[in-house]
């Protein structure tokens, strides 16, 4: 069976600043990986790279055995075009830090938008699957509310919730609970086990030591746009070898 997620040589500038410098990554399908790493690492830019957001200037991305990054002619590296990587986009749900609902829809039609736009159902069949997964984040009886009406919390489970519309094959969450207050913290965390425990191949940046080292099945360490350490939570958390992770762990236990 291919990884859910490899990244090989990943490679990425902003002018003259490297801001991943060869990063590899595998991930098996059904697996948990949580990215740790000081500010301004490369955290961000290395799922905006996974979901096509950013392009890399080397190095290729494959999801699901397919090549998404970059594609291979010969033995050349070519970008996928706008619209390839629209395609491959949806493979990947991508939960911000921010939300990021769309404000004049309601909870409901938030679930139901990218199946809708993506053809991948009726109308009918969208509404039932988004009840569902209203449902499945504990939110059913918010189908009909607005964003602003609903707290951090909800909201980022809303958010969740519309990442599983289009049954991606893999989740990517960037500090999805940075922006809560600390009492909606674990409300959100709570949806992120289920789905970890669920099988549901998960990706995500987090500060939240505790809940990596409870839910991952693999801890990346980064810094400086490059993989320090990786392994077991264990490992990585409780038994760091290089000196930066210790560092890091020190700051934010
Ligand atoms: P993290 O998520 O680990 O905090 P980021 O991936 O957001 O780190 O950023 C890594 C580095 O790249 C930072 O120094 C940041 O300032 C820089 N950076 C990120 N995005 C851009 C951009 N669009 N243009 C220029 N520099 C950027
Ligand atoms: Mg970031």
């Known amino acids: 069976m291919s990884a859910a997620l490899e990244i090989h040589n990943a490679t990425k500038s902003y002018g003259a600043h490297r801001v991943l410098d060869g990063i590899d990554l595998t991930v098996e399908p059904g697996q948990t990986t949580a990215i740790l790493g000081p500010s301004g690492s ?22 699901g055995g397919e ?6 002619r010969g033995n050349r590296f070519k970008q ?13 749900g991508f939960v911000f830090q921010s939300f990021n609902l769309f404000p004049h829809l309601t909870i ?5 938008e990218g199946p809708l736009a993506h053809k991948r159902a009726t109308k009918q069949e969208a ?12 939110l059913l009886d918010k189908a009909q509310s607005y964003p602003r009406q609903l707290s951090g919390g909800q909201q980022q489970r809303a958010a969740i919730a519309r ?13 999805p609970t940075s922006a809560l207050d600390p009492e909606l913290v674990g409300e959100v965390l709570g949806v992120v086990r289920d789905l970890a425990k669920s099988g549901t191949t998960l990706v995500i940046v987090t500060h939240e030591i505790g809940f990596a080292r409870e839910v991952a099945d693999r801890v990346v360490f980064l810094d ?11 490992d990585v958390l409780d038994n760091p070898r290089h000196q930066r992770t210790k560092d890091f762990l020190s700051k934010v236990l």
């Open 224 to 234: 400086a746009g490059r993989i320090v350490e990786q392994g077991s939570a264990a």
């Open 163 to 175: 990442a599983l519309a289009l049954e991606p094959e893999l989740i990517v969450f960037d500090e």
């Open 127 to 138: 509404r039932e699957q988004g009840e569902r997964l209203l449902a499945r984040v504990g």
């Open 42 to 63: 490369g955290k961000s830019t290395l799922l905006r790279v996974i979901n096509q957001l950013e392009r890399l200037d080397a190095g290729y991305v494959q999801v």
């Open 108 to 112: 409901l039609d938030n679930v139901i």
């Open 67 to 72: 090549l998404i990054g970059v594609r291979i």
């Open 80 to 92: 996928l075009s706008d619209r390839e990587a629209l395609k491959q986009r949806a493979k990947i």
